[in-house]
């Protein structure tokens, strides 16, 4: 068996139960939420942009540790980016969990993220530590598509 | 007590080093079971009701036999009563389609538990927004139990279908179904009862509870996947229309019309799942061979040292009735401010199988007020030891968490 301490190692185990990224955003462009209706896990993401730059985000929500620490870590590692770039660390994150990247130049890109890495040994996990970075990338596509602020406006 | 050894006849416990607590999602199977499955495909395997030859008798009259053995050992009025289908998610959906969208009419009312696993709410809705009748809740009390007040005020004259669990899937709670039988009765209402998760652990007889309507899987009682069982009465069967369309289940077929086959065959179209048949039958002749006493008295020892050991875990959550007498083999639990599919992962690691999740129910776990627990459920099969695997692994589970809850 995996040694789950490598999983629910120090940094997720923060970033899930006390983390500064769990709050309202004054305001913001995207407001989404994620959810898996099988585990229960639900995550809303507030994004706020600045032209191409990720200015700020933050998320509420429920769910299990690896969730919502998945959240608060991939908050922390986009925000300050440019879209392109988040975008490029989301793929590499999502090819990270599902094993279909092992090269360390790509996976350093990630900075903390990377302590997700032996989630991609627990597949029935593997959509919990997915869920906040599918709807991200979600959030960015309809950005592309459909321009700030066309939907799920909320502020 | 002495303990008889019967993981032994059980394969996949001895093939894997495993605490296996999750028979309420489906049971390990016997070699006595997986090996009648082998001699079917071995030496009998044709399509029965097909062919006039002796292959295909020899494996119609298995079926057949099988279907005799089921009436009996539910105690059915006539082997007629008793349809095979996929599982009790379809034995249900075949009830709401044949019987709930064809007899109710606008204003009639459906009540069922809110304990209810989404096979048994779900196709409740569907009628009822196809009918324009209403779907009615009985809740739990604080004991987790239904009370007869709640009973005798949500089962009215209006009421024309009650579905109950028998036993709850997340609380292990025992339903007063012979009171719930009666009074919907004398309301004119009929009775639809899950067995799911009681028929495993306890003797049924429909004659005796006077259900209208019962339904069960096989999974959950030692046989193969995909087979299941809708008990009715045939009066009422005999007045309702076929469910699923095909071959074996009609008389006369025109160009534009068709006659349909007495019961059963009227609800069984299609080539049948005849190796999960004959697996239930040989899953009901190894129960039996045990004897229902015998299983509730191993799972009273086993189930019963689990709920004090559990009991004595201060940082547990339990989600489950005072009343021992009202309590079967499922027990809900969370480790307070810790997420049960983390506990759940963790317990995976020491080998301990539990569930996690909603399990089917998000209603009641929304009355609960919470999103999931994790559940162990037990079948005669476990030991105490098994429970004292499951305790140390929580232990493990906390003490990973303890420093960083945040309650």
Known sequence: ?155 | MEMQDFKKDFPILQNRKITYLDSGATTQKPIQVISKIDEYYEKYNANPHRGAYSLSIEATEAYENTRTKIAKFINARSREEIIFSKNATESLNLLAYSYGLEKLKKDDEIVISIMEHHSNLVPWQKVCNKTASKLNYMYINDQFELSDEEIESKITDKTKIVGITHVSNVLGTINKINKIIKYAHKKGAIVIVDASQSIPHMKIDVQELDADFLVFSGHKMLAPLGIGVLYGKREILNKMSPFIMGGDMIEYVHEQETTFAPLPNKFEAGTQNVEGVIGLGAAIDYIENIGYDKIKQIEDEVVGYAIDELKKLDYLDLYLTPNKENHSSVISFNIKGVHPHDVASILDSEGVCVRSGNHCAQPLMRFLGIDSTCRASFYFYNTKEDVDNLISALNKAYNMFKKYINL
């Not at chain 1, 994620?34 to 191409?52: A, F, Q, R, Y």
């Not at chain 1, 980016?81 to 360390?104: C, G, L, N, V």
């Not at chain 1, 900075?111 to 029935?124: G, K, R, W, Y």
């Open chain 1, 1 to 155: 068996m995996e040694d789950l301490t490598q999983v629910y190692n120090d940094l997720i185990m923060e970033h899930s139960m006390n983390s500064y990224n769990k709050k309202k955003l004054s305001s913001s462009d995207y407001s989404q939420m994620g959810h898996n209706p099988n585990c229960g896990d639900e995550i809303t993401l507030e994004v706020k942009l600045n032209g191409d730059i990720i200015e700020d985000m933050a998320f509420s929500g429920h769910g299990c540790a690896i969730s919502q620490a998945s959240t608060s870590v991939m908050i922390d590692t986009l925000k300050g980016k440019t879209i392109k770039e988040a975008k490029e660390i989301i793929k590499i994150f999502i090819e990270m969990i599902k094993r279909e990247t092992t090269d360390e130049e790509e996976l350093k890109k990630l900075e903390d993220a990377i302590a997700f890495q032996n989630v991609s040994n627990m597949p029935a996990r593997v959509k919990c530590a997915l869920l906040a970075w599918h709807t991200m990338e979600d959030i960015l596509n309809k950005n592309e598509t459909e321009g700030k602020g066309n939907i799920n406006c909320c502020n």
